[in-house]
Nanobody, 127 residues
């Protein structure tokens, strides 16, 4: 079974940094694009970033460009989200996701492009 487990969230102040991790199992991690999404209370799940299996293609939401960096370590079956200069509006539950298929075109910026999700990790940024 596909399993994605996020960690690294917490309570921080505006301007601080966090690094989220998503450890994957149950599939050949190294051939899949992976993505990070977030969801604030009362809002739809929002795209944050995605990364191709070979790391030659990354894509970011406009709201996080220049502040967040997605990366992966295929040897560890882990995708990361380095979050710098955090703002209160970054407060959300952060999820990592995996598409249904290991191939396809596009940047996979819609939640409906993903078939599997982790349980999420809470990030709270105070002002």
């Amino acid at each position: 079974q596909v399993q994605l487990v996020e960690s690294g969230g917490g309570l921080v102040q505006a301007g601080d940094s966090l690094r989220l991790s998503c450890e994957a199992s149950g599939f050949t991690f190294s051939i899949y694009r992976m993505g990070w999404f977030r969801q604030a209370p009362g809002k739809e799940r929002e795209f944050v970033a995605s990364i191709s299996w070979s790391e030659d293609s990354t894509f970011y939401a406009d709201s996080v460009k220049g502040r967040f960096t997605i990366s992966r370590d295929n040897a560890k079956n882990t995708v990361y989200l380095q979050m710098n200069s955090l703002k209160p509006e970054d407060t959300a539950v952060y999820y990592c996701g995996r598409p249904l298929r290991s191939y396809g075109s596009g940047n996979y910026y819609r939640a409906t492009d993903y078939a599997y999700w982790g349980q999420g990790t809470q990030v709270t940024v105070s002002s």
